[in-house]
């Protein structure tokens, strides 16, 4: 028998050995076949959309994001898959079989397996392809993504994980290089020294992880450290699963009372050593699962306040400024006015006299004047004397908002004005340098070449959001019929479309949440198959293990309730601490933006729970099965 038959026997004969394996590399090609799909469209390679747009960029990144990853992933699954068969492979050579027949068996072994799941999930790609374009065309607002037959995404995926296998397979066979028969043969039946945890690195751990998770619930801008309460939690996470949850587990080990409590020394004394032994694993999929729940709670919370934050922005749907002299102004006031009539929309109109500073672009409203409109707005009222200021808060952010609190006074012209404080609340679009003065001040800055007249006229109107697309075409005729001269510093003019900043807004966040929930699953998928192969790989112990305790007595309810306890503390630990950390990490992000993300984003974590859950009675209940069938008695 030549090795390729044997390879092709050992596949066929134990097809549930390389189950796990085959399965999860399945789901990531998949994905990755769904991405090019979209990216390689004819609508986006066409004359559609290019490849520099948000979407094609964004398709392109994650793309990229989910080869490198799935090269990481086939490492280490491989890597486990490889240290699970060291009895197979001692007995082989036992049998006269040579080091290089060896690593040629199995490199045609995982070959075959990476062949035959990319075979599988180009199938499968091809049969969800046409509902995965209906998703991303709705994502996008993209009409005509329709099926077609993707050739060229067929090609790239078959090269790109063609080489991610062929550049796994030797790098992980260096594993088994230098291992002797004896070595082989026993397999991870070794003999474990007692954990060592150290308990200056547990209070650490405490320290690190306090720091954390209350610094962002204190009243300071926790925004300056996020660096920092990064890093805490980062190094506070590891120290927790390599020393501090050790250390506890010890603990109740000297518990006499407790440990010698029926199954409690198993449980107990097991987990020392597994948490102990897979301290980077645990580690890895808390981050794993901490990036899934914070990319999928934040990008779900800013989609739902989308629309209050870009109507906080902008204070009028429509903002028309013109200069004076400006010869377009009545036509431009004309052509708003009967558009939003044709369209059926009331609008309430609002005009307000400025100054526009030549030199840095920033506006000066004297004191009447905003209040006039601030009523409208319901804006609180202002008073300034002459030498006072009041700032209007271009954005709403923790840091600028904190640098506008510093600042004592402001040079206006030849004026050197106190700040008086901060505005309630904008009249200009957000992004707009505005500064509120005393009515003589400003009357007499009117006079002065180096201020500029400009008139606003603000439209309001109930319903803007449903006219996105007129918004935004309006938006772009005003931009390619104006007069305005950039080069020469001419600007008689300026258009400010709430519907037009909206849809840009709304396709930037749709192409965020797009990347952000896809890659979420790849790596959702991929703390789920760590753990899959982690028990795969300690099977073969424990069923060894768990035999020869039944021989001292061990029923089957109690051999239930041990792994039942080890299983739910190596799954929800690692979720207790990603959720913890998810929500810090959302608490700081919000400190950051200036707005309340709340927690309901969060509420979606509720449903990756609920998969992870159901993925675990799954896990269980075929890991408890397959020790106790090999029991006599057990399943009796």
Known sequence: MDLKKLAYNNISRNFNAYL?????????????????????????????????????????????????????????????????????????????????????????????????????????????SKPFLLIVSRAFSINNLNMYFPIKSIIVTTIVFTLLFTISIPFVMITIKNKTIIELLNGSKKPKNEPKT????????VVLLGIGYVVPFLNINSGNLTYVLVACIIFGTYFFFSQTLVWVLKKLKNNKNLYMNKTNLL??????????????????????????????????????????????????VINYQSADGNPQEKDRLELIEKTLTEDGFIYDKTS???????????????????????????????????????????????????????????????????????????????????????????????????????????????????????????????????????????LKETYTDLRYYYKVSIDITNTMNF?????SIVFFIGSCSFLYFRFYTDLIYDKEKYKNLSKLGLSYKELKKVLTIEISSMFYIPYLVAFFNATISIIIFSKIKGFSLGLKGLSTSCIILVIYSIYFVILKNKYIKEIAKIIPGYLD
């Open 267 to 316: 449980w107990i004394s097991n987990l020392v050593y597994k948490i102990k032994d897979n301290s980077r694993l645990l580690f890895l999929m808390t981050t794993l699962l901490s990036i899934t729940l914070v990319s999928i709670a934040t990008l779900s919370s800013l989609v739902s306040i989308q629309l209050d934050e870009q109507r906080a922005a902008y204070p009028f």
């Open 352 to 490: 307000f006299n400025s100054l526009r500073v030549k030199d840095n672009g920033g506006y000066l409203v004297s004191q009447s004047e905003f209040n006039q409109v601030g009523q409208k707005l319901n804006l609180d009222n202002v008073s300034v004397t002459d030498d006072e200021v009041v700032i209007v808060p271009r954005y709403t952010d923790s840091s600028y908002m904190s640098s506008l609190n510093e600042l004592k006074t402001l040079q206006i012209g030849k004026f050197n004005l106190k700040v008086k404080g901060l505005a309630s609340g904008k009249i200009f679009p957000a992004g707009y340098k505005t500064y509120i003065i005393s009515d003589y001040l400003f009357k007499k800055l009117s006079n002065n070449p180096e201020y500029e007249k400009v008139t606003s006229f603000g439209y309001n109107f109930n319903g803007w959001e449903k006219s996105i697309e007129e918004g935004y075409n309006f938006n772009e005729h005003i931009k390619n019929t104006s007069k305005n001269n950039f080069e020469k510093g001419i």
């Open 515 to 519: 990347m952000g929930i896809f890659m």
């Open 20 to 128: 796990g394996y085959f399965l999860s590399c399945t789901i990531s090609i998949m994905i990755f076949f769904g991405f090019s799909v979209c990216l390689f469209h004819p609508l986006i390679t066409g004359a559609g959309i290019s490849k520099n747009s948000a979407m094609g960029s964004s398709l392109l990144i994650t793309s990229v994001v989910i080869a490198v990853f799935s090269l990481l992933f086939i490492i280490y699954s491989l890597g486990t898959f490889i240290k699970s068969r060291f009895r197979e492979f001692g007995t082989l050579l036992i049998l006269g079989m040579s080091d290089k027949q060896l690593k040629k068996l199995f490199f045609l072994e995982s070959l075959f397996i990476g062949v035959l799941s990319i075979i599988c999930a180009l199938v499968f790609g091809l049969i969800f």
């Open 198 to 205: 150290s308990i200056f690195l547990s209070i650490l751990t």
